[in-house]
């Protein structure tokens, strides 16, 4: 037994070693699963953590969903007690204010966020939607009167921005209709564009050939002005009008300009002010008419009404019209309307109203003076009406002498024959250049025109010259010029280059003439007197002169 009890006790001891590693290997996977069991637990708590997050975050966007939406409002007016008056849904509220918004963070017109209670939690920005309004009258410093759509008038009130900015009747400005309030002055393009506030840089020595039309011009603006007292001794009451009439190109428009430019001088001088100036009113004419109805005397009432605030300043105020035949036409004359039978007595009115209106003279312009309505031509309304010529021989002289400067680039060849005496030298290629211009050869016959009682008249190119035409030629003598430089030909301007810019300006207006209605484009181009009911052509080619007869239904 006892060798039995041995022997069992020799094998465990022999077993020993192996159940011992048997027992650290099972402790071994025991501690691999307890980390594994650890890790796993680890995911298992940041993803519970990231679910309860999600949750959260789910839970908020479902109260934001299930929350009432917050108005908005507009300040009408804040109180001393730190209170505000809201605009808010069509209805006026007075309103708490959260405690850390600043009440002088807050202005009249700003739109403001409101909780459930409807009290202000947050401040936004002024609104920059709207409808367009047109001012009436101004009341006071924070309201006015306006007219909207469909000529409804209304009470407005001005936002925060708008307080303090020049407003005038006519402006245009963009209203909250909920509230009334005015929140922005708008350019009127259509207005601005018509009536431009100019200072003209023309003056009367940019102007040939016009002298006494000059100062028949000076003596209906510039006298009364600069010498106002005496007029007032004689009891002379100045022009209210001028109308400057005759063929296009011939110096209207400049006459115009050198006017407002030469007044605001003479004023200025007078007074000792080098400060003082005067207003050019520069009227687009056509681009007054407009397809609704009233529109077009509505903005004839805008430029009257723009005179007379520059006029306030005591600064001289000149409106000019240019093509005033296309306003101004004689009432009842109209083909497919009558928009003349309400346009000039609009005129009327603001011409009879000119009284009023101190330091402010009308000048009007036109091709057709015919056409205007004679009441406005009437003393009274227009009183001194002026006509530009077509410039004559001399004239021509004095307007080439503008444009023809002695500092220009003229040829050696030229200069040499005057040794070097410039003046002499411009002169004397003026002297050929009008020669060629105005004599009454072959070569310059232009038409034969037929008058209704049966007379015929030789028409040169001479009776359709112009400022602007010496201009042209002038331009295009130096642009021929040039292109010979370019070309590697000598330098400067030379005679030849006049003369054949005057050839090609005649063999330009050639075509000109044919017109379905000789006599209207003869009153155009300031033909007058005796109607004419035909016209021919008179061509020259290189060959020898060629009678051409103008066929009717050509266009000017």
């Not at 400049?254 to 004023?267: D, E, G, Q, R, Y």
């Not at 009284?355 to 031509?377: C, F, H, M, Q, Y």
């Not at 309304?381 to 080439?400: G, S, T, Y």
Request: aromatic share 6%; glycine share 6%; with cysteine.
């Amino acid at each position: 037994m006892l060798e039995e009890e041995v022997a069992v006790l020799r094998r465990r001891l022999q077993d020993a070693p192996r159940r011992v590693r048997v027992l650290e290997e099972r402790l071994l996977e025991t501690k691999n699963r307890l980390n594994q069991a650890a890790t796993q637990n680890q995911k298992l708590a940041v993803a519970l953590e990231e679910t309860r997050q999600q949750l959260a975050m789910l839970r908020q966007e479902v109260e934001k969903l299930s929350a009432p939406p917050n108005p908005f409002g507009t300040i009408m007016r804040i109180n001393e007690d730190g209170t505000a008056d809201v605009h808010t849904a069509g209805r006026k509220l007075r309103v708490n204010v959260e405690p850390s918004i600043e009440i002088k963070a807050l202005e009249i017109g700003q739109e403001v966020l409101l909780n459930e209670a409807s009290n202000i939690v947050d401040v936004r920005y002024f609104e920059n939607q709207g409808e367009v309004a047109t001012v009436k009258e101004v009341l006071d410093e924070t309201r006015l009167l306006v007219l909207s759509r469909a000529d409804e008038e209304r009470v407005t009130e001005l936002a925060a921005p708008m307080r303090g900015v020049f407003l005038r009747p006519g402006d245009h400005v963009r209203i909250d209709p909920r509230t009334g309030m005015v929140f922005e002055k708008l350019v009127r393009p259509e207005v601005e564009e018509l009536v431009l506030e100019e200072i003209p840089d023309i003056t009367y020595d940019d102007i040939g050939g016009l002298s006494e039309q000059i100062i028949a011009i000076q003596d209906a603006v510039e006298l009364p002005y600069v010498h106002k007292e005496r007029f007032d001794q004689y009891h002379l009451a100045p022009p209210k009008g001028v109308l400057l009439y005759g063929p296009p190109g011939c110096g209207k428009t400049l006459i115009a300009k050198a006017v407002a430019n030469s007044l605001a001088k003479a004023v200025a001088a007078k007074e000792g002010n080098e400060d003082t100036r005067s207003y050019f009113l520069n009227i687009k004419g056509p681009e007054l008419l407009n397809k609704y109805v009233g529109e077009t005397e509505r903005q004839i009432r805008l430029i009257f009404q723009r005179a007379k605030e520059k006029s306030d300043e005591g600064v001289p105020v000149i409106v000019f019209f240019d093509e005033m035949d296309s306003l101004f036409r004689t009432r009842g004359t109209g083909v497919s309307s009558d928009v003349e039978s309400t346009i000039v007595p609009q005129l009327l009115s603001e011409l009879d109203g000119v009284e009023t209106l101190k330091n402010v003279i009308v000048i009007g312009a036109s091709n057709r003076e015919d056409l205007i309505d004679p009441a406005i031509l009437r003393p009274g309304r227009l009183d001194v009406k002026v006509k530009i010529e077509r410039p004559n021989a001399a004239a021509a002289r004095q307007i080439f002498r503008i444009y023809l400067e002695e500092e220009l680039p003229y040829a050696q060849s030229e200069l040499d024959r005057f040794g070097g005496d410039r003046h002499a030298m411009v002169g004397s290629l003026i002297e050929a250049v009008v020669e060629r211009m105005y004599e009454t050869t072959e070569p310059n016959r232009f038409l034969e025109v037929t008058y209704a009682n049966g007379d015929r008249e030789t028409l040169y190119f001479k009776d359709f010259s112009s400022g602007a035409m010496i201009e042209n030629i002038v331009s295009r003598a130096k642009k021929d010029t040039i292109k010979r430089e370019l070309a590697g030909d000598k330098p400067g301007l030379t005679a030849a280059d006049l003369l054949n810019a005057i050839a090609q300006e005649f063999k330009e207006h050639e075509d000109l003439p044919n017109t379905t209605n000789p006599d209207d484009w003869a009153r155009i181009s300031g033909k007058k007197g005796e109607r004419i009911v035909y016209v021919r052509l008179i061509a020259a080619d290189g060959e020898g002169r060629s009678i051409e007869a103008v066929a009717p239904g050509q266009y000017l």
